[in-house]
């Protein structure tokens, strides 16, 4: 997916929960493999958030490794 396409999908899922108040790390977990991803270092973090139009919500950002120093976003969700 190009950036201006996960920046408009990203927008259109954000924009209706409001400005972000909070932000705390729940927990980052390391794992080898996802389900239907390939398999790789990745890194799923979760966060509880406080948007202004949803009192509690859970993200979680996934991250894979592309080389050792290296590391792209792979997943997002609300």
Avoid at 15 to 21: E, I, K, N, Y
């Amino acid at each position: 997916m190009s950036t201006q396409a996960w920046s408009q999908a990203a927008q259109a899922v954000r924009a209706p929960l409001g400005q972000l108040r909070t932000r705390t790390e729940k927990s980052a977990t390391v794992t080898r493999t996802l389900p239907g991803a390939p398999d790789g270092l990745y890194v799923v973090f979760e966060f509880n958030t406080v948007f202004e139009n949803k009192a509690q919500a859970v993200e979680m950002v996934t991250v894979k490794q592309e080389s050792p120093a290296t590391w792209k976003v792979a997943g997002y969700v609300i």
